[in-house]
């Protein structure tokens, strides 16, 4: 700040202080005059509530890679306060009140009027997204709570070993589980031989999914020498797992 700053702001505190010592004059001038004969009312202390956080300080969030992690700030009695949230490994501010003000317009605050609630939203989440953020509100002090952000990257896995050895006629059985998932996928698709066979029952092949339960199952009932070659599950929110079979002659 320069002097002249400086002296701008000496000279704007002594013009209040000058005017607020003129308005207590004139009012206590007046018998029995007060402030609330100028219909001035101020709350009493025991009507001012505290900014309250029904959020629970240090809550952790799991999201995985790709997904949309929502982290929760609910405040009770903000009254005029101001919610900003802060990435804190790097102190970057992302938003205050509704407004984004990271360059990554991944981030963004969800807010209803008259709601309690400034949730974070972090789309298409990143490992680098990892780590502690805050939530503070503009209150005097200012008070804040953490939330701790967890990324999980997703990925599929295909039971038993990576290469597996049949005779012809004998049953194929691949089960493909996804681990380290925070939701359901929207699909899981099979390959054999970079082509998809989802849909392949008229070739021998059948695919089973359950998608709340995150495991897919591919079996083969008499398996042939063209059942030989690469498999692959492939699900939408994870990566794949792939698993070679030999069809010995």
Known sequence: MGLSSIWTVLILSILLEHTLDTFTQDVDGDPGGD???LGVTFPSPEEIKPVEFVTANSTIITSQTGSKALLPCV??????????????KDYHLLTVGVVTYSSDARFQVIHSQHSEDWTLQIKYV???????????VSSHPPTSIFIQLIVVEAKAEISGPTEKYLKPGS??????????????????????NNRMINYDADKGINVTTELPTKTSLLTINSAATRHSGNYSCVPSNAQPASTYVHILN
């Open 126 to 136: 990143q490992t680098r997204d990892a780590g502690l953020y805050e939530c503070q």
């Open 75 to 88: 405040i009770s009695n903000i009254g005029d306060g101001m919610v900003s949230w802060i990435r804190r």
């Open 35 to 37: 402030l609330n004969d």
């Open 171 to 192: 049953g194929l059985r691949l089960q493909c589980t996804i681990s380290q998932s925070t939701e359901p996928p929207l699909f899981v698709f099979w390959y054999h």
